[in-house]
């Protein structure tokens, strides 16, 4: 039975639904890196770090490199730098519309006796 596209997408953005696995991808936009250096960026156990970076890898969106006894991940694809910058877009008109109407609400109660 195929899976409805819609279907698809509400699993890959419940798989990037967890704030380590954003946290590795935007470390990951800057280019490959260690694990050492994930540890170091992100404040997390290794045992923690390492079932997300599975799940990453799993999805497809990370993949891995064995350089003697380091392992170093990298983006798959430019797509997913893309979808980051794409939510900051976003996310920076939510706020800015957010920041608008509490700026007006502010007035409002300075206002009103």
Do not use: C, W
Request: proline share 6%; aromatic share 4%; hydrophobic share 45%.
């Amino acid at each position: 039975m195929r899976v409805p596209l819609y279907q698809a997408k509400a699993e890959f953005f419940r798989m990037l639904g967890h704030p380590v696995r954003i946290r590795v991808l935007e470390l990951l936009q800057n280019g490959p890196l260690p694990v050492r250096d994930l540890l170091a960026a992100i404040d997390i156990e290794p045992p923690s770090l390492s079932q997300h970076l599975a799940v990453l890898r799993r999805s497809g969106i990370v993949i891995a490199n064995r350089q003697g006894s380091t392992v170093i991940y990298a983006l798959a694809g430019g797509d997913v730098a893309e979808l980051l910058r794409a939510a900051r877009r976003i996310l920076t008109e939510l706020l800015a519309g957010q920041s608008e109407l509490l700026e007006e609400l502010r007035e409002v109660e300075a206002t009103t006796p």
